[in-house]
């Protein structure tokens, strides 16, 4: 499922979309319906989407305001522009930004499903790429472990036993029509859910070895190279938690464990383990452990810590 946000600020417009479309059979999921363009900015600072369904006329912040945040920030977004006649113009505006879809009020909501079920396509043929491109050209690691010392195709591996490699290739996606690049030996094509059981592995990974740091979703889409909302996507589908839940998780029991085994003062271990702020570190652990890191500690000196 890909995520879709809507943003008009006509409430009739909002309560229409979310009661006569069929989202679940577009293969979307609705994660917002917000009321003008400053709240849509605010929400991409927390959580990536890929589509925007936005109208150009709102309070605060216009959907152009948005769409030049999403186009500043490089957020891999695609942005439907809702406009009226007389705002043809501010469409075309849009256009600087990478915006290449607007629908004009009125419009038939088979005209929105036959635009949302292109942008579909055209966001699962890129997954598609992001996965077959990780798994050809970035995998230094496997689900079994890191590459071993020399292994044949590793990235310490002797000249003679690393797979070939153009120094002249560009970045991004080989062409397999171009005359002019080398031949490769034959090799068995990785099936693209593998590749993405692998960056999951790979992701859950850093996450564990950078608990304690300022890491973030994008951080960390990047070390598997894969765009953050794809990686939240299939991050939550494979492990069963989002990246934020998975990260809390992980923190919390990693001070648990500090609190058993050592003596270090909770304000301590709350910055050991990534927090910067004492109160926000007892609410997430409460949360988690079901008790306070004081009492959890206590506990655990008598054997009976959850």
Avoid at 75 to 97: C, T, V
Avoid at 166 to 178: K, M
Avoid at 196 to 212: C, F, N, S
Avoid at 270 to 285: A, E, I, M, P, T
Wanted: aromatic share 8%; proline share 7%; hydrophobic share 35%.
């Amino acid at each position: 499922m890909y995520t879709i946000l809507i943003a008009d600020d006509e409430a009739s417009m909002l309560d229409g979309l979310s009661a006569k479309m069929n989202w679940t059979d577009l293969s979307l999921e609705p994660v917002a319906f917000l009321r003008d363009g400053l709240e849509v900015m605010e929400f991409l600072d927390s959580r990536p989407v890929d589509i925007i369904l936005t109208d150009i006329r709102m309070p605060r912040a216009s959907g152009i305001d948005v769409a030049e945040y999403v186009y500043s920030r490089n957020l891999p977004s695609r942005i439907i522009l809702l406009s009226g006649y007389r705002e043809f113009d501010d469409a075309q505006k849009a256009m600087r930004f990478g915006v290449r879809r607007y629908l004009t009020k009125p419009f038939l909501l088979s005209a929105l499903r036959d635009t949302l079920r292109e942008i579909v396509a055209e966001l699962a043929d890129r997954d598609s790429q992001y996965i077959r491109y990780h798994a050809e050209h970035h995998a230094e690691y496997r689900a079994d472990g890191p590459w071993e010392p020399n292994e044949p195709g590793g990235p310490n591996a002797p000249n003679d036993l690393k797979r070939p490699n153009d120094p002249n290739e560009p970045n991004g996606l080989d062409d397999p029509d171009d005359p002019d690049e080398p031949e490769e030996p034959a090799k068995p094509e990785r099936a693209p859910e593998s590749a993405a059981g692998d960056a999951i592995l790979l992701a859950r990974r850093y996450i564990q070895e950078h608990y304690a740091e300022h890491i973030t979703l994008t951080d960390v889409a990047l070390r598997v190279y894969l765009n953050p909302a794809y990686l939240s996507r299939i991050f939550g589908e494979r492990v069963g938690q989002s990246f934020r839940d998975y990260l809390t998780d992980t923190r919390i029991k990693a001070a648990a464990r500090l609190l058993r085994s050592t003596r270090r003062h909770v304000h301590e271990v709350c910055r050991s383990v990534g927090y910067s702020d004492l109160k926000h570190f007892y609410r997430q652990f409460k949360q988690i452990m079901k008790t306070t890191p004081s009492e959890y500690r206590r506990l655990a000196r008598k054997g009976a810590a959850p």
